[in-house]
């Protein structure tokens, strides 16, 4: 089929040619999709009982005979053969490919007319073309500029959150947030309807580390919002014996135990609790107070 894109300018005589086509289109569809049941099918190759091609709606008025029919014969009435009962599916049946060919030709006929019809005013449309392309490149031009521009502002200023949030740290750590790429601050900046971040958006900006954990000040990490567990209670993280790791049961957050403080993300009403893990050569070391500490071990 003959398509014609977007977006041109066509003459009257063209437009007629083409809603004449398409109409043909749109009314075989029509009648392709309310007659589908028409459409011969083969049948399953496991059903060996009934093999071949099969036309559902004739299956269906065949099994419609056969309810009524039953009732007619359980309320003592007379009731017309199969074969008469069939008849008006097996003329449309028998209708449905010759029409379906009838509208296929007609539609090749129209695209014929409408290539005739379309070819002597290729030169104009080639001019429309490049006018629209002409002065779609000034507009993308200037607006990939402007959006440039704004993601240099929208970079900048998600800098100069995360360096407030951390007390002037951030700057001086190598952390998603401050390179170039899909994460320069775009990618990482989630920010809630009220005045808050979601943790995503904390850990993509690099708000949170594996050595250091949060490094957001104490007095800011009310701006964190966690949405898998917005009814968060208090926390306390307490101090492990164990070397490994340790999971905030309010936040999912995982941290290396050592002799090093963290911090507790949970929702703005909870108060966010500070503790120190201990390294476990500290704690040997306590019980066995006679004894030096012994550094070289890992666990």
């Known amino acids: 089929m003959f398509?014609?894109?977007?977006?041109?300018n066509l003459p009257s005589d063209a437009q007629k040619v083409l809603k004449r086509r398409d109409d043909l289109v749109r009314?075989?569809?029509?009648?392709?999709?309310?007659?589908?049941?028409?459409e011969p099918r083969k049948r399953n190759h496991y059903n060996h009982a009934n093999p071949g091609w099969f036309t559902p709606a004739l299956e269906y008025a065949e099994a419609q005979w056969a309810r009524e029919m039953k009732e007619a014969l359980k309320a003592g009435k007379d009731f017309k053969s199969l074969d008469e009962y069939l008849i008006p599916f097996q003329e449309k049946a028998a209708e449905?490919?010759?029409?379906?060919?009838?509208?296929?030709e007609l539609i090749a006929e129209a695209d014929k007319?409408?290539?005739a019809t379309m070819r002597p005013m290729l030169g104009e449309l080639v001019d429309q073309a490049f006018t629209q392309a002409s002065k779609a490149e000034t507009e993308y031009a200037e607006a990939m500029r402007k959006a440039q521009s704004a993601r240099a502002e929208m970079g900048s200023a998600v800098n100069r959150f995360c360096w407030a949030v951390?007390?002037?740290?951030?700057?001086?750590?190598?952390?998603?947030?401050?390179?170039?790429g899909t994460r320069d601050g775009l990618g990482g900046w989630q920010a809630t309807g009220d005045g808050?971040?979601?943790?995503?958006?904390?850990?993509?900006?690099?708000?949170?580390?594996q050595w250091e954990g949060a490094l957001m000040l104490?007095?800011?990490?009310?701006?964190?919002?966690?949405p898998e567990n917005p009814l968060a209670e208090e926390v306390g993280l307490e101090v492990t014996r164990n070397a490994g790791t340790h999971e905030c049961p309010a936040c999912g957050l995982r941290v290396n135990t050592g002799g090093r403080r963290v911090s507790c993300v949970g929702t703005e009403g909870a108060r966010h609790t500070r503790t120190t893990f201990v390294l476990k050569?500290?704690?040997?070391?306590?019980?066995?107070?006679?004894?030096?500490?012994?550094?070289?071990k890992t666990f």
């Open 281 to 296: 050569d500290d704690l040997e070391g306590e019980r066995h107070p006679n004894f030096p500490k012994n550094r070289g």
């Open 27 to 38: 009314q075989l569809a029509q009648f392709k999709a309310e007659n589908a049941d028409y």
């Open 166 to 180: 951390t007390g002037g740290r951030k700057s001086s750590v190598s952390g998603i947030g401050f390179g170039s």
């Open 218 to 226: 104490p007095e800011f990490e009310h701006m964190v919002y966690n």
């Open 113 to 115: 007319e409408l290539i």
């Open 196 to 209: 808050r971040i979601t943790v995503e958006s904390m850990r993509a900006l690099g708000l949170y580390n």
């Open 3 to 8: 398509e014609i894109p977007q977006g041109f």
């Open 96 to 104: 449905y490919h010759p029409r379906i060919k009838a509208l296929e």
